[in-house]
């Protein structure tokens, strides 16, 4: 069993890495042909057909108090001197909060009533260190009950993985520590036209033909080598089905250049032409703002709303928004006062992003009291991280969650039915 610190140590180790079938390594390929065989436990997804969750991890500690923003709060406005978002730039969503006033386009999606806000979101006994904030969101343990992710915990529990080539897929250099489980091995992917097998130009037609004729005599020798063989040959057809899937694909948004707006181009381009992925994930990094923050997160703030508003509008032209639930996390929040170098230091009770044509839009959770801080000088969490989780198990992927997390935790009521 991997230690929490293995666990992040060695995320690429436990995934399939983004070079493609010619990267699969026997044991990886034996434990996905077990499972579509029959050989290993876990029940069958009981999710409606061709829903998807994408994680969205905002790495490093977003400052929600500037993203969504109590702009009508005394507190806020006098411990923010330099920082504070004016309350008459404040994109107002109600008489309290407004979202920062660079984040245009993503009001579009809460006129449409397809944006959620959860305030508050924490855990008992908050983690200040990055390692130890985000080991916690990603195994979904405060207090160690496990050592894998909870995703991976999804999948080991239903068997899903093996439902779709890209059934879990994370668009990154490695497999998160969200999606790993021992036994569970899913692909990672950053550019289409390099998941594929390197062959030599030379002869790559006859290398190809040799080594499919290579699996087909495999699978005719004996148990184990028939079933590593069917699976690299599937392999091998996903990278094709993913070359034919980029090629015919046509956003009906022009994207911006941004790695997070590559990232949700890659997911639409999948979703669309390739049914079945019911886990995705994504990450976008440069939260941790101890100085000098407006400026930064501000750029971070517009670069997330310009990608989510055109993802959005991508997957309502394809018919897809519906069957696409995303959802945002970051390792904490950041403290009410700004420090000395215009920025804030790590806190507590951040604020969770639902975007999706099934999402209830509005805003979910008890407000944080920004009078009574706790002694880091952070708002108080009022909505347990895990009750999100929860929600999006049962009610999108449509699995009981006890088993994955150990307990039962209240619903946010987010998601439509």
């Known amino acids: 069993m991997l230690t929490r610190r293995e666990l992040l140590r060695r995320g690429a180790s436990l995934g399939v890495a983004g070079g493609g079938a010619s990267s699969l390594a026997a044991p990886t390929l034996l434990w996905q042909a077990r499972v579509a065989d029959g050989g290993a436990a876990g029940a069958s997804a009981s999710a409606p057909a061709d829903r998807t969750l994408i994680i ?41 909060l407004g979202l920062n006033p660079v984040m245009g386009n993503l009001k579009r999606i809460w006129d449409k009533k397809q944006l959620a806000l959860i305030e508050g979101v924490g855990y008992p006994d908050p983690q200040y260190s990055h390692f130890d904030a985000m080991t ?8 160690g009950e ?11 529990e239903t068997g899903a993985q093996t439902n779709s080539a890209f059934a879990g897929l994370d668009i990154g250099g490695s497999v998160a520590p969200m999606l790993q489980a021992n036994g569970v091995m899913l692909p990672t992917l950053q550019n289409p036209a390099t998941y594929k097998m390197a062959l030599d130009p030379r002869d790559a037609t006859e290398r190809l033909e040799a080594w499919k004729d290579l699996q087909e005599a495999g699978r ?41 707006s590559t990232s949700l181009r890659l997911l639409a381009t999948i979703i669309v032409n390739q049914p079945g992925t019911k886990v995705a994930y994504t990450m976008v990094g440069g939260f941790d703002s101890h100085s000098f923050q407006r400026q930064s997160q501000d750029t971070l703030l517009e ?5 989510f508003s055109n993802f959005q509008t991508d997957l309502s032209a394809h018919g897809k928004a519906q069957d696409v639930l995303l959802v945002t996390w970051s390792e904490f929040g950041r403290r009410v006062k700004e420090n000395g170098s215009q920025g804030t230091d790590h806190g507590d009770g951040g604020a969770m992003l639902a975007m999706g044509g099934s999402v209830k839009g ?46 039962r935790f209240e619903h946010v009521p987010f998601v439509s039915a």
């Open 136 to 143: 916690i969101w990603q195994t979904a343990a405060p207090k």
């Open 56 to 96: 969205v991890q905002l790495a490093g500690g977003n400052d929600d108090l500037n993203m969504v923003v109590p702009y009508t709060d005394g507190t806020y406005l006098s411990s923010r001197p330099t920082l504070r978002v004016e309350p008459s730039t404040a994109i107002r969503l109600d008489d309290r």
């Open 362 to 407: 509005g805003i979910y959770g008890e407000a944080p009291d920004l009078r009574t801080l706790d002694s880091n000088g952070s708002q108080r969490w009022t909505t347990d991280f895990r009750s999100v989780y929860a929600t999006m198990l049962e009610e999108w992927l449509g699995v009981d969650s006890s088993t994955i997390l150990g307990d």
């Open 303 to 307: 670069i997330l709303s310009d990608a």
């Open 146 to 156: 496990f050592n894998d992710g909870w995703l991976g915990r999804y999948f080991k």
């Open 220 to 260: 005719a020798r004996n148990k184990y080598l028939s079933l590593i063989g069917s699976a690299s040959l599937g392999a091998r057809e996903s990278t094709e089905a993913l070359g034919r899937a980029v090629g015919s694909y046509e956003p009906a948004v022009t994207y911006g250049r941004d790695s997070l």
